[in-house]
């Protein structure tokens, strides 16, 4: 299993419309192929700060998921909301 | 729910210790009140990076976690394995 915590600090004033764009990329990905988990957590201290964690079968899933017509036209959205972002791919130790 | 990321950076060949000492604690905090989920990953690209990802029942059981006897004992000892560490408390966004 491939574990991905993608965090994403947005822009000021972006949380609202974040959330919007991130419900289709959510409902899409979990339909795809090899997706265990795939969830957006806000972060409970600092505003504007999101993490996406997901579980995958395995690498070539979530490549798959890269690829995937709605990762690539969502996050090119999204990216324009973002101040900074951090993506951390994971086995279990 | 409540779910923590806690990723940490370790110094140069700490590797194997952390993960001894870690084992311990996983342990212990798995058979604490309110503990769903606490589970060690490491980065599948850079050597030495590791995350815990938890989630917990409420704020009041991550607390108690905090003041176990196991996690201040253990932790205390982990810091000295580490060269950074970068933690977040997420609720579902």
Redesign the interface.
């Known amino acids: 299993m491939?574990?991905v915590?993608a965090?994403s600090i947005l822009k000021e004033g972006k949380t609202e419309e974040f959330?919007s764009l991130?419900r289709e990329l959510i409902d899409e990905t979990r339909k795809e192929k090899g997706c265990i988990e795939y969830?957006?957590?806000?972060?409970?201290?600092?505003a504007g700060?999101?993490?996406f964690?997901e579980k995958w079968e395995d690498m070539d899933c979530l490549e798959a998921h890269f690829q995937s017509e709605h990762f690539k036209r969502i996050g090119a959205k999204v990216k324009e909301l973002r101040k900074s972002r951090d993506i951390?791919?994971?086995?279990?130790?």
Chains 1, 2 share one sequence.
């Open positions: 491939i574990i915590v965090k959330k991130t969830v957006l957590y806000e972060d409970t201290e600092s700060t999101f993490t964690i951390n791919i994971y086995k279990e130790a």
